[in-house]
C-alpha cells in the first residue's frame, strides 16, 4: 500500500453547521471550499472554516477516520473539535491571508 499524505478534516459555518471531509491536499480543498467551487452540502450551507484536521500516511487509515468520526453523535463532534481548537478559530484562515497580502503587493509594483 503507497503511503502518501492524507488529511481527515472538519469544517465548519459560522452557525456551527459541521461537514467531514478526507484530502489529500488539504490546503487545495480547504480553498476550493472557500471559494464554492463545488456545488454542494458545504457550498448550500456555507461551511468553510477548518476547525479540525488529522493527518495520516495511508488513504484506508484516512477514510476509516473519516466514517468514525461521522458516526459520532454531535456532542463527541464538538468535543473532538474542542480538545485541540476550543476557540473554533479558522484553522487555515492564516494560508489564504498571507497569499492575499502577497498578491496585493506585487499589485502595488
Sequence with gaps: ???GRYFVYILASKSRR???GVTNDLERRIYEHKQKLA?????MYK???????E???????????EKQIKGL???KKIALIESSNPTWEDLSEAWYNA?????SSLRSE
Design 99 to 103: 497569499n492575499t497580502k502577497a498578491d
Design 39 to 43: 456545488a454542494g452540502f458545504t457550498k
Design 55 to 65: 493527518e495520516t500516511s495511508y488513504v484506508s487509515a484516512a477514510i476509516e477516520r
Design 47 to 53: 461551511i468553510d472554516r477548518l476547525v479540525h484536521f
Design 18 to 20: 459541521l461537514y467531514v
Design 1 to 3: 500500500m503507497p503511503k
Design 73 to 75: 453523535l454531535r456532542i
